[in-house]
Structure formats: C-alpha cells, structure tokens
C-alpha cells in the first residue's frame, strides 16, 4: 500500500515538474516584449515620477524662509568629547550657522 501511494505521489509530480521549471524566468519572456516593457515603464512611470517630484520640490521652496526651530539644551545632545580637526574644533565639517546650533545655542542669538 505504501508503495502505491509513492507511485501515485511520483506519478503526480512527474505531471506538475513541468510547470514547476522556472515559469518567472527570462526564458518565459521573449526579448522583445521584455524591452517594451521596461521602455513602457520608463515613459509613463519613470518620467512622470521625476516630473511630479521636481514640481513638488519647485512648489516647496517658493515658500521662501524657513523658521528654524528653538534652542533646547538637552544634554544627551551635541556631546563633544573632544574637538573637531578643523576650524577651531566647535563647528562641524558642514555647519550651517543659521540651522546648527553650537552647545551653547545658536551663534547669531
């Protein structure tokens, strides 16, 4: 009995091995329909993605200045251990002094 299950179980994955080859694989594609629509991707996805996110980042910045945010002193933040190589060993590599504050606050306040 035992061996009549395992036949018909082999028999049955002898019917489903075909289907079982690989079917996302390049070869179930033809080359052509393969470029098209990647081309057809990039033309109506790709492009107006771009274009959506460049008028978004155009809308955003004709806002003009932002507010930057208040001056909190807590102490887990901006830790200096020791100095910076550069500068004189307080300002970070990109500071920016409008938007960095230093450990004491802001340099303009």
């Known amino acids: 009995m035992a061996t ?6 082999a028999g049955l994955l002898d019917r489903l091995r075909p289907q079982l080859a690989r079917p996302m694989s390049s070869g179930a594609h ?3 329909g ?8 990039t033309y109506f996805v790709a492009l107006p993605g771009v274009a959506v996110s ?5 809308l955003k910045s004709r806002h003009g200045e932002h507010e930057r945010p208040e001056f909190v002193a807590y102490p887990h ?3 200096r251990t020791k100095p910076f190589p550069w500068g004189d060993g307080n300002h970070t590599l990109f500071h920016n002094p409008h938007l960095n504050p230093l450990p ?5 306040e």
């Not at 393969?34 to 991707?41: D, E, H, Q, T, V």
């Not at 460049?54 to 155009?58: C, D, E, G, S, T």
């Not at 004491?104 to 303009?108: L, S, V």
């Open 4 to 9: 009549a299950a395992a036949s018909r179980v």
């Open 104 to 108: 004491t606050g802001y340099e303009d």
């Open 30 to 32: 033809s080359q052509e």
């Open 34 to 41: 393969s470029a098209r629509l990647w081309k057809s991707l």
């Open 54 to 58: 460049m008028l978004n980042v155009f």
């Open 77 to 79: 933040l901006r830790i």
